[in-house]
RNA sequence: GGAGGGUUGGCAGAGUGGUCGAAUGCGCCGCACUCGAAAUGCGGUAGGGCAGAAAUGCCCUCGCAGGUUCAAAUCCUGCACCCUCCGCCA
């Protein structure tokens, strides 16, 4: 969440941040909310105050009692009668008013400066394109080669599962953990730890992610029934990993290299990527998460993206790197990278890879700092995509395919696959 | 699924109605001793809010929420979480 101290002081600065995510969020700055929630903040300030002043009285009076003779004590304890009764009718409405000013503090992240406003992800920006597209005779998508492979099997996972599942087979699925072995040859040198994080996180964890707001509950399955949700991403499982724990400042940055399923309901996207593994209720995913200084989140926010890069490039697939404007960023993201893979047979760009600096966002609720000489300070949490399995597997298929319909294996992961150079029939 | 135990400061752990925001030990910080370190001794050391330039002062917090009381870590009610044993289980 926001810092709700810094929120009071600065509206006026919040609420331009907010509207700078564009339209849909107008719900959160639209005057009465944003009225009804100063005047309460105002009421509770003043009867705070007076809450105080009364309670010091009262602590004051009782201070001493146990030395007070048995008739004076009786004394003072029929005149403080009173006292306390009006100290637990302020008590009441201070809370009262405070859930009212509370309502609104499910606010999103500010965007950085840097971050470019725009409604919707027609304001993103393109940084650089890298890499060389290969010529490809007319190229295929990626299930019509993967198909006659027997690679991918959507019937049978419909039978079994419904839609958005598949079945990723034989040497594809085989590839899936050289992606791993690669990933983990090239990041952990980077001081990651490798982790496989538990895939049901409680309630208050998924909120302190701050995934529940802006619609993110939706998106999630939710296990009502043991109060567990299933992430979406590891990020949801690594940052509350270090709940409630200070961090030694020579412990940061703090990085993880996490491995898990991921789950996500898919709820807003009916007819939109319906075909094979690009959008399902269930993939693999490798992803980076840092735990840094607050001065040097930026940097860090740099080196996951830098990582990244070099993932792809040691694949030698071409991509693009996007910086998201204000109005495509996630609820609790201050900036975000994008990388887009060339994908020869869609001939477009599509989304693989996503970095994010959540700042303090995430950390202010789950209570993780850095013991800094005796101050406690906030640390910052970032995350990014290394490999989402099976984006990068249709990537591969896309841009490795040979004119025969076979695949070419990436020199970088052939190590990994018994021997196998190329996939045919 | 059945039975039981627990939740107090960075950690361990005392505390069953008032002088308890909390003994003691460990850890950590400072000082002394030492060439230096260890050991020892002395002192300090929870978080948050408000006021203040600061010193400091006041308020809140002993899992959470309600209740009893002039007064709650302590009594009552509900909830959450953790743990142990039995059963089942990759």
Not at 30 to 57: G, Y
Not at 351 to 364: G, I, K, L, N
Not at 391 to 408: F, H, K, V, Y
Request: hydrophobic residues 35%; neutral net charge.
């Amino acid at each position: 969440m926001i810092d709700i101290k810094d929120f009071d002081k600065n509206r006026v600065k919040y609420i331009e941040a907010a509207k700078k995510r564009g339209k849909k969020f107008s719900f959160l700055f639209n005057e009465p909310a944003v009225k009804k929630d100063t005047i309460a903040s105002q009421i509770v300030k003043t009867k705070q105050r007076e809450l105080e002043l009364l309670q010091a009285k009262r602590n004051a009076a009782n201070k001493n009692i146990s030395a007070l003779t048995f008739d004076e004590r009786k004394k003072r304890i029929v005149e403080l009668k009173p006292l306390s009764e009006q100290i637990k009718h302020l008590e009441h409405e201070v809370k009262l008013y405070a859930s009212e000013s509370q309502d609104v503090f499910a606010w999103p992240n500010t965007p950085k400066d840097d971050v470019p406003v725009g409604d919707d992800e027609s304001g993103n920006l393109t940084l650089r394109e890298v890499g060389k597209k290969k010529k490809i005779d007319n190229p295929k998508d990626y299930l019509s080669l993967a198909e006659p492979l027997n690679l991918i099997d959507m019937k049978r996972a419909s039978q079994v599962s419904g839609s958005r599942f598949a079945y990723i087979l034989g040497p594809l699925a085989q590839m899936e953990f050289a992606l791993v072995q690669y990933a983990q040859k090239t990041l952990l040198k980077e001081g990651f730890t490798m982790v496989v994080p538990p895939v049901m996180i409680k309630e208050e964890n998924m909120a302190a992610m701050g995934y529940l707001n802006g619609g993110g509950e939706n998106e999630t399955y939710h296990l009502t029934k043991d109060k567990l949700y299933l992430v979406g991403t590891s990020e949801q499982s690594i940052g509350p990993m270090h709940r409630d724990e200070i961090f030694k400042e020579e412990d940061l940055p703090k990085r993880y290299l996490s491995f898990s399923t991921c789950f996500r309901r898919e709820a807003g996207s009916y007819g939109k990527d319906t075909k094979g593994i690009l959008r399902v209720h269930q993939f693999d995913k490798l992803e980076m998460f840092s735990f840094t200084l607050p001065e040097k989140s930026d940097e860090e926010h740099e080196f996951l993206l830098a990582m990244e890069e070099k993932l792809w490039q040691g694949l030698d697939i071409p991509y693009r790197v996007i910086k998201l404007c204000t109005g495509d960023l996630g609820w609790p993201s201050a900036r975000t990278y994008d990388i887009e893979t060339w994908m020869p047979g869609q001939n477009t760009y599509r989304e693989v890879c996503s970095a994010s600096t959540t700042t303090d966002y995430q950390s202010r609720d789950l209570n993780i700092k850095v013991d800094r000489g005796g101050k406690k300070e906030l640390v910052h949490m970032l995350n990014g995509t290394a490999f989402a399995i099976g984006r990068t597997l249709i990537a591969i298929i896309e841009n490795n395919q040979q004119p025969d319909g076979s695949i070419a294996i990436p020199p970088v992961l052939q190590p990994y696959m018994t021997g196998l150079k190329v996939i045919k029939a």
